[in-house]
């Protein structure tokens, strides 16, 4: 979403809608792999005209919105309530927040927290650590200054993180997964959904948090203004930023390989 097909206004750009409408028109399908909850992401599920499976909680779930169906979950581990708490406690400074399938929690709200609240525009659930409901947390959100990520990926490195791994998601945003869990991971899930067996996966993404899914697809691709670690590992680099129509850029080139 966020630097892909999202543009620096955090919009769709009417050429990216236009180009997934035709794409859609020729045979094909769209979906969208995405760090956001099932609540927060509804906004854009009519204005994309979504009917297939989305990616969701950064590889954590896949979500069905056309049978209101969550098809596929991987949860953290229980000791995920204890190591936030053990990363809270050493940086104090950082907002938190803790995602399951009904709801968000956040356990810790600063300013950096609350922006993200507000980009999701979504209405959380504030109490303690202690509070969050037992199981089912699919991701922990940590929300930072940008100086302050580079301290939480130094001092999660000296922890024992097992069961989990780390991602930074954006400049402000670090997050802990499902030890093994991302885009990626939830990209050969999606090629086991019935229906879904044969299909050839096209990948887009900018940052850290989609790598994987970049390197899983049959054909990964990022916009020109992706990260240069991504652009390393995409096989195909667009001409095109977030905000010139990226999403178009790509289905022209499927388009074009497809010989239509």
Known sequence: MDGTLLNSKKQITDTDIAAIKRFRELGGQFSVATGRTIQSFEQYVRLLELSSPVIMYNGSAIH????????????LPERARQLT??????MPEAGGEVLRTE???VFRNTDYQQFHTDVCGITPEYCELADVPDGGWLKVLF???PEDVMHMELLVKGMD??????????DIFYEMLPEGISK??????????PGYEDFTFVSAGDFDNDLEMIKAADLGACPAN???I?????DLVLTRTCDEGAIAELIEEVIRKCGL
């Open 226 to 228: 992706a990260e240069d």
């Open 103 to 105: 709801g968000t929690y």
């Open 161 to 170: 993180c097992t069961g989990t791994d780390f991602v930074k998601s954006s």
């Open 184 to 193: 990626g991971s939830a990209l050969e899930v999606y090629r086991t959904l």
């Open 143 to 145: 929300s930072m200054a």
């Open 85 to 90: 708490g053990d990363i809270i406690k050493a």
């Open 64 to 75: 069905d919105y056309s049978t209101g169906t969550t098809l596929y979950t991987h949860p």
């Open 230 to 234: 991504v652009k390393q590992n995409a």
